[in-house]
């Protein structure tokens, strides 16, 4: 199997580092949630490529199971590189093979929080890190400001962005780098988070309304996959509070058309920022409601601004 690169965004070696290097344990005596064994072996399993299916019920496991430490040390940053190779597409068949639909790793995080009681302050910070890095690997790839159905790559990013700021204190680390818009790609990004703050459905000029059909529309900026009862974490809550703001969002179109100089949907941007000024009040509801969903229980059981 191949060596970790340090240079390998997918790869949280900080965190392997901090961690201790660990090794897979010799002996498996995880309890399974469910009474079915075998992913926890497969997981340790370092012969063979790990079937990234065995996450999903390795993250039961530690969600509602006494956890094996030394299991568990070894398989987090394993299952957050197979997370990172799913996300960015970025394969290494040497080191996994199937897929993943990697929620249950959110919902593991959401019920039982993995700082304080499984990692240190800098194995945390470690983490956060890693987290954020993944997400604006993301969001640079975006190129587009035109999207219609429901395959629009936005959605990936949007969501993993709610999930972060939602389930851990990232909304100011993000935002440091993001809104300063060091590349091209993220500054799009910024023009399609915005828009769903800015537009009404239906006459988002970056995404087509959706159809029964094919779907569509813009991004709900708050969805997330998992099904919480407690608010987002309070220091998101609060950065949104004090920042999401008319003047901050006016000038941040503004460094985003100079940005976006070249860009094809250059006059589309340079129309929102035109529209600005009578847009700001619907920004404005918009804000407090986002403020409002992140520090509201259940609130995965909201689908529509309208329910806010």
Known sequence: MQKNSRSDICIPQELIDLLGRPKAPQQVWQEPFDYVRGHCE????????????????????????????????????????????TVLERPAADRFSGTWHYEGM??????????????????NKALMAFLVNVLIALMEKENKLSFEGSGATPYAWTRLHAI?????????????????????????????????????????????????SEGGGPPLVFETPMIRDAPANAESAAFFERTLQPDWA??????????????????TVETTLSEFGWRSVLFQERASKFVSVLRRREAWKIIDWDEV
């Not at 399993?45 to 019920?57: I, Q, R």
């Not at 030394?70 to 990172?84: C, I, M, Q």
């Not at 959110?106 to 194995?123: G, I, V």
Request: glycine share 2%; net charge negative; charged share 20%.
């Open 250 to 267: 006016r000038d941040a179109l503004t460094r985003a058309t100079l940005v976006l100089h070249d860009h094809q949907r250059l006059r």
């Open 42 to 85: 497969a997981i340790a399993d370092t012969s063979k490529p790990t079937d990234m299916l065995n996450f999903t019920d390795y993250f039961l496991d530690y969600q509602y199971m006494h956890v094996q430490r030394d299991l568990f040390e070894f398989a987090l940053p394993h299952a957050l590189e197979g997370w990172a190779r």
């Open 164 to 212: 972060l700021i939602t389930l851990f204190p990232l909304a100011e680390p993000i935002w440091r780098r993001w809104w300063d818009f060091p590349s091209a790609g993220l500054a799009v990004c910024g023009v399609q988070w915005l828009s769903a703050f800015l537009y009404e459905a239906h006459e988002n000029p970056y995404f087509s309304p959706s159809t029964p």
């Open 106 to 123: 959110w919902d593991a995080f959401s019920y039982r929080p993995l700082y304080p009681e499984f990692l240190n302050d800098k194995q």
